[in-house]
């Protein structure tokens, strides 16, 4: 009997939908093994109402990705919880917050300024901002209320499995969807992931190629200048966070030339990606100048540290 499936979207950007559809032909195989019971907003003509007719625990896998930042996305996915039997926080939104938890080194006031008043396609003389309730002729308008932070899923629902990757690459998704389709599933609580950092799947790793990695000399950003393609980024001072990501991506970024920010989440146990990142990075720093000069070249050092995964931080604001 095929699995029921449904899939919601709540503050995120649609790429982890993408991730799907991204499946092709897999998708077409998968799909004789799962039934579509809702895919909002994003792919199936369904309304939140019809999510919500629908029996408790009727539905068995439910995935979310995207972040909850109002009313609405922290409803839904309540919603979600009640409906399904098991709930995977699909992508670094779902899991740890993601990009738009960066959000949470500011205050919304800040946010709804520069995002309605300051930035450069506004035209909002009057500085209008959203505003929860507001008035329209004979009619009330409602909007969600915006929540004070962003908070990955977990910290509103009990959440079984979580995938990393902004959004997961689409082999990966095809190994989650044999995994569940066949019932090969780790222990609640678990990233469903091979177990494999990005280095260990990197052919740039110097340890792969019988070398020994080097103490890194000096600080590089990436856009300054090309670096050689075939040495590892970290070693040519470009901060590649391979050494701590989970590789479920094959490496993607590094096999373009580009380091790895991290979006594959920490590598187990791990919750903390940023503190982990620091340890890693210090540890193979070659003198104190190169740590003055990455706090030069980094002046928001955490944005860069929790790309993706602000909200999960320990030490909070
Ligand atoms: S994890 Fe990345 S791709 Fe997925 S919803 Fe968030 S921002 Fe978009
Ligand atoms: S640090 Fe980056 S470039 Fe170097 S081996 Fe690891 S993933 Fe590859
Ligand atoms: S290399 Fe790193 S940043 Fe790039 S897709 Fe993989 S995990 Fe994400």
Sequence with gaps: MALKLAYLLVGGCGGCDMAIVDLSEKLVDALEHLEIVFWAPTVADVKYKDLEAMPDQSIDLG???????????????KVMRQ???VIVAFGACASLGGIPGMANLHENRELFENAYVKCMSAD???GVTPQPVSKEGDFE?????????VRPIDEIIDVDY?????????????????AIVTGNLPPKGSWL??????????PRNPALKGEKREYVKEVKRMHEGIPDEETCLLQQGYLCLGPITQGDCGALCTKV???CAGCGGPIPPTWDFGLRAISAIGAILDNENVVDELLKKYPNLTKMLYRYSLPKALLKK
Excluded: Q, W
């Design 257 to 259: 030339n580009i380091r």
């Design 83 to 85: 409906k399904c039997k």
């Design 124 to 126: 909002n003389p009057d």
């Design 63 to 77: 995935l979310i990705s995207g972040m909850v930042r109002n009313k609405e996305n922290e409803h839904l996915v």
């Design 141 to 149: 308008l409602t909007l969600p209320a915006f929540l004070d932070k």
């Design 162 to 178: 979580y995938v990393g990757g902004c959004p997961p690459h689409h082999d990966h998704v095809a190994r989650i969807v044999e």
């Design 193 to 202: 992931t091979m177990g494999k950092a990005v280095c260990d799947v990197c």
